[in-house]
């Protein structure tokens, strides 16, 4: 019976994709003396909000995600950032592979949000492991044999990814900008103001609005 154990080793923001992604670097482990032909792994990653310290500042940007800070004893549970996976090739022993992340800047998704609104320090992350690995079936005998096995459902680890990567990879390919979803509808009526007001662009659009809200700006 062989076995995989898996470490997560670091993160980093790619450039050149064609959609934000970052890159965790990820070392694999087969102890037992088998060799792997491939893997066909996944990964599910979860954030742990409730392991790591906030600064007063964060509270405001953090409320709809968590509420009150009064409740986040309650409210700070972990919940799902996304889901990704490759085709791991073949190795023996030990092998270090870059496992890609692909991030959107919808700040409808919960992760998003979360990962827009902490500014600084580390964000907690939990990788659960899964998929199916072939290997050799005889550890005496690396060219002869074939089995396949699941990957163990307990091979979750954790790291601790600087918020700066995350923003890294934003900033790449949306410099100083983001994106907010809105219906059709309150598109159409913001164009209408748009054109009445003579307005460039969205930016200068939503400034006017806060303006006339009573909002800073």
Known sequence: MSSLDFEVLGARAQPYCAVPTIMFTIRITEAS?????????RAQVMIEPQKRP??????DRLWELFDDPKRWGQTLKPFLWCHTGLIVPRFDGTTEIELPMV??????VAGNKYLHSVRDGDIPLQFLFAGTFFTNGDSDSPNHGFAAEPVGWNKDRTFKMPAKVWR???????????WIRARKETIDRLT????????????????ALLKEAGEDV
């Open 33 to 41: 003396g088998f060799y792997v032909h491939a893997c066909a792994l």
């Open 54 to 59: 906030y600064k007063v500042e964060d509270h």
């Open 103 to 108: 991030c959107s800047y919808d700040f409808e």
């Open 168 to 178: 890294d990879a934003m900033d790449m390919y949306f410099p100083n900008s983001g």
């Open 192 to 207: 209408k103001y748009k054109v009445s007001k003579c307005l460039p662009n969205w930016e200068d659009t939503i400034e």
